[in-house]
């Protein structure tokens, strides 16, 4: 099944509903992180029109038995976790939906970019290319959170991964007049 945008915030509305009814939520919050291309089309950051699915990277342990309910709902991107950077959670971003129990948010647009730069698939390329994405960087950020031995270094699985990422952040940010220092 695709995903529109329209149709993602239903899905995360109808989570949030079951969630509460579950839960019993009473003022009580449960966050849920969503990367890949579901945060870009949350965002508006993407030329694709839908997605196939919901990567969730992290979850309240409470939630986990909801969210197993749905399909849609990918709960096995932890797996990436060595393609964000490591302080990624300081700098999540709430999405404005109407939650009465569910926090469902995204890493920055920077964190998301070093993700689609350690795996440069072609939906990769295509989201990294799309104006809005372009138009969203803080190029500086991105910089830093590349190069910073506390952010992508750190979460490397290996020194040749992030090398090699390093190399496409490279070459990506001078084709778009973004040459970095070095």
Known sequence: MEYGKKRLVDLLLTIDEEATLALGAKGQRYP????????????????????????????HAALRDVLANYAAVNGSVAAYADQIPYNFEDRLVKLDLPTKAVDFMTPSVEDLAVMKLYGWRPSDQQDLESPAMLDAIDWDELDRLVRDPDEAQASALSHRRYREMVSVYEDYARRHGNAPDA
């Open 32 to 59: 849920v992180v969503i990367v890949g291309g579901s945060a870009f089309l949350l965002h508006d950051l993407t030329n694709r029109p839908t997605t196939h699915d919901v990567d969730v990277l992290s979850c």
